[in-house]
């Protein structure tokens, strides 16, 4: 069994920066491809960022473009989350989810494993 805990949410002023961490375990963790999701109060999941797993392509919302960074630490089996310049909209739970096949990297239904989630709150 895979499992994911995420860790690195918080309070923070907007403008400011968090990392989110996810880090996986299990006997069966092989991954093609992680990603983070959010989900804000009345809202939808949806899809922030995904990264490889062997090749290191790596894919963002358009929302967070240019100010968020996806990477991966192999030997730790962690995923990371960057994000700089918060916004009060970036306010969400944070997920992080994997999955052992490629497909579609914006669609939660594709993605076998999920974590707990973190709380990422942004005040203006």
Known sequence: QVQL???GG???QAGASLRLSCAASGRSFSPNTMAWFRQAPGKEREF????TWSGSSTY???SVKGRFTISRDNAKNTVYLQMNSLKSEDT???YCAARNYAD???RPSTYSYWGQGTQVTVSS
């Open 10 to 12: 918080g309070l923070v």
């Open 48 to 51: 922030v960022a995904a990264i």
């Open 104 to 106: 579609s990297y914006f």
């Open 5 to 7: 805990v995420e860790s």
């Open 92 to 94: 969400a739970v944070y």
């Open 60 to 62: 963002y919302a358009d």
